[in-house]
């Protein structure tokens, strides 16, 4: 027991490649969930993942387009909250 009244008994730490193959019988993570702590570096946040993306998925010199996407929820969010104001004109 931790500190904090936590159990380490309820938790299991395996290595990601066996985790994709043999619990979730996949070859790839499906999403992956990145925060910041600056809301204003988001921005250079994406740009830097998105070009690392493209780096370790062998796009960068054969100029393919993305195999993945990145999405920023606050844009989603502040998008959602224009929505009404969009729709009533």
Request: no cysteine; aromatic share 6%; charged share 25%.
């Amino acid at each position: 027991m931790l500190a904090d009244g936590t159990d380490n008994d309820s938790q299991i730490f395996i290595p990601i490649r066996t985790a994709l193959r043999r619990v979730f019988n996949s070859t790839w993570l499906n999403p992956v969930f990145i925060s910041v702590r600056d809301p204003h570096a988001m921005g250079a946040a994406e740009t830097e993942i998105a070009a690392l993306l493209r780096e370790r998925h062998r796009l960068e010199p054969s100029g393919k387009p993305d195999d993945f996407s990145i999405q920023n929820k606050a844009k989603v969010l502040a998008a959602q909250k224009r929505l009404p104001a969009l729709l009533l004109g």
